[in-house]
């Protein structure tokens, strides 16, 4: 998920996916936890894409830490930020966004909301974590599942693989 936020971060105007198949071999099959997280990303991805279209906003953010990357865009009234965690550890930091209206911030598929102190705010990251905020929060995205709810059935499945295909985990890890 924090792959292709932080490429949106740092100035990428779509993203691209394809699926990878040869030789019997489908990743859908092969590592069933992981699919299920990327469907997730998917249609996150497909919620916010409105959004990809248009324009940074005109003073770009910024963060105290190096290791968070930072985007905005305005539509309209309506803002959408990202911040995307790209170290292996986790990270305390001020995001600030120049122009953000006041009021409360949704972080989009986590179920919380942020009330920026002006125009910055802190917040914590996980290891390779994004978060994602609007000013105004979508029927489509509050359909979402959050995150712990997807983290908690990957966990699941993963197990259940597991156990009913160990030999498939004594060689390179599942490959």
Known sequence: RTMPWIAIALGARGLFYYSFQTQGFYLQNAFPWFWRGFEHHIHETAVLLPWLAEREAERPPSCDSDEIHVAARQRGEDWLIVAANADLDGVEATVTI???????????????????DARSFRETFAPLETHIYVTSLQPEMTALPTLDSVRAEVERMEGQFQSANRSSFTYRDGA
């Open 98 to 116: 120049p122009g953000l209206p006041g009021g409360k911030l949704h972080v989009v598929s986590e179920n919380r909301t942020v009330l920026p």
